[in-house]
């Protein structure tokens, strides 16, 4: 059978799964931990599965027609990914850069052709920050509104069902079937909540008594905390000081079963560690992820456990930040 594919849509997931033996035994660890290297994605990230799942979906309902400009407000890798996607389905795409995001996000943006813009393009963005603040819903309102004006389409990855779907359908049945099913605990992030919730959901369908557990960056760790040492992109935090779970997604859809909370300075801590001890390098949000499965991997009840862990990207756009310096 030919292995020449015709499309990067063709190339999304089915990304490895890969035991951490020598972080595993420097550490003392009492569990397995797994990683899935999400940067295997043909635009570097687990944002690709969503990305395309969204544009596919808009296709086949038909709100997306060949050659109609796409719009979306993204901090990075899902701008990153639907650059890719858009660029090999012959879409337009305009990007609106949510603030502190790496450089390096933004040059990979326009290497595949994008038009990147900044928050405060969005129209009326002066008037809405001045009333309300930096208040997403409102500025995403504001794009939505421009973008039915202009006849584009308009992603809205937080609120869009193809995206926890991708992770239901792609990411959850890829974990189980590489473990035979034999997973306890998985560990995520949340940026829009569209891994944790899809992957969140199909795990506890289909594997008796899993734990998921949800990890969130500390409040000085968020990416447009100004001159932070070490901050963690493209993530938020999802359990507010009043309790409400913040992702939109989360909210709907899912309820995680433990949260751990990891500073940006950590995570970069185990960034660095783990490159030398087992040769992989990780994004700062991967880093987060990794941070908290040590701790749980060195809890006594989790001895000889399989913990699984979403590393969404790799190390490549955060050369930038003090991340590896
Ligand atoms: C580096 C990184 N990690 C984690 C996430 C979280 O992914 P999700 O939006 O599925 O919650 C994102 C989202 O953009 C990201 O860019």
Same mark, same amino acid.
């Given at each position: 059978?030919?292995?020449?594919?015709?499309?990067?849509?063709?190339?999304?997931?089915?990304?490895?799964?890969?035991?951490? $033996?020598?972080?595993?035994?420097?550490?003392?660890?009492?569990?397995?931990?797994?990683?899935?290297?999400?940067?295997?994605?043909?635009?570097?990230?687990?944002?690709?599965?969503?990305?395309?799942?969204?544009?596919?979906?808009?296709?086949?309902?038909?709100?997306?027609?060949?050659?109609?400009?796409?719009?979306?407000?993204?901090?990075?890798?899902?701008?990153?990914?639907?650059?890719?996607?858009?660029?090999?389905?012959?879409?337009?795409?305009?990007?609106?850069?949510?603030?502190?995001?790496?450089?390096?996000?933004?040059?990979?943006?326009?290497?595949?052709?994008?038009?990147?813009?900044?928050?405060?393009?969005?129209?009326?963005?002066? !008037?809405?920050?001045?009333?309300?603040?930096?208040?997403?819903?409102?500025?995403?309102?504001?794009?939505?509104?421009?973008?039915? !004006?202009?006849?584009?389409?308009?992603?809205?990855?937080?609120?869009?069902?193809?995206?926890?779907?991708?992770?239901?359908?792609?990411?959850?049945?890829?974990?189980?079937?590489?473990?035979?099913?034999?997973?306890?605990?998985?560990?995520?992030?949340?940026?829009?909540?569209?891994?944790?919730?899809?992957?969140?959901?199909?795990?506890?369908?289909?594997?008796?008594?899993?734990?998921?557990?949800?990890?969130?960056?500390?409040?000085?760790?968020?990416?447009?905390?100004?001159?932070?040492?070490?901050?963690?992109?493209?993530?938020?935090?999802?359990?507010?000081?009043?309790?409400?779970?913040?992702?939109?997604?989360?909210?709907?859809?899912?309820?995680?079963?433990?949260?751990?909370?990891?500073?940006?300075?950590?995570?970069? !801590?185990?960034?660095? !560690? $783990?490159?030398?001890?087992?040769?992989?390098?990780?994004?700062?949000?991967?880093?987060?992820?990794?941070?908290?499965?040590?701790?749980?991997?060195?809890?006594?009840?989790?001895?000889?456990?399989?913990? $699984?862990?979403?590393?969404?990207?790799?190390?490549?756009?955060?050369?930038?930040?003090?991340?590896?310096?």
């Amino acid at each position: 059978m030919s292995k020449i594919y015709t499309s990067i849509s063709q190339l999304v997931g089915h990304t490895p799964l890969l035991e951490l $033996v020598n972080f595993e035994s420097n550490n003392d660890l009492k569990a397995k931990i797994l990683g899935k290297l999400e940067s295997f994605n043909p635009s570097g990230s687990v944002k690709d599965r969503a990305a395309l799942s969204m544009l596919e979906g808009a296709e086949a309902s038909g709100e997306l027609k060949p050659g109609q400009t796409v719009i979306e407000t993204t901090s990075g890798n899902t701008g990153i990914a639907l650059a890719a996607f858009c660029a090999a389905k012959k879409h337009p795409l305009i990007i609106f850069m949510e603030p502190g995001c790496t450089p390096e996000r933004i040059q990979i943006m326009k290497a595949y052709g994008a038009d990147v813009r900044g928050i405060n393009d969005i129209p009326h963005a002066a !008037e809405i920050i001045k009333e309300f603040g930096f208040a997403p819903v409102k500025l995403m309102e504001s794009v939505a509104n421009y973008a039915k !004006e202009q006849g584009y389409y308009y992603v809205a990855q937080l609120f869009n069902e193809n995206n926890p779907i991708a992770h239901y359908k792609t990411t959850g049945p890829e974990l189980v079937e590489d473990t035979d099913g034999k997973i306890d605990i998985a560990v995520m992030l949340a940026g829009t909540a569209g891994t944790l919730a899809g992957v969140g959901t199909y795990l506890k369908d289909h594997v008796d008594g899993v734990k998921i557990v949800a990890v969130q960056p500390t409040p000085d760790s968020l990416s447009y905390v100004p001159d932070a040492p070490a901050t963690i992109d493209g993530v938020v935090i999802v359990e507010k000081e009043d309790g409400v779970t913040h992702p939109f997604i989360v909210r709907r859809n899912f309820k995680y079963d433990e949260m751990i909370n990891v500073s940006g300075v950590d995570a970069y !801590e185990t960034a660095r !560690e $783990v490159a030398k001890s087992d040769g992989v390098f990780l994004g700062a949000s991967a880093a987060a992820a990794l941070t908290a499965a040590k701790q749980l991997a060195l809890r006594s009840e989790n001895e000889g456990k399989n913990i $699984v862990v979403i590393f969404p990207d790799d190390g490549m756009k955060y050369l930038s930040t003090n991340m590896y310096k």
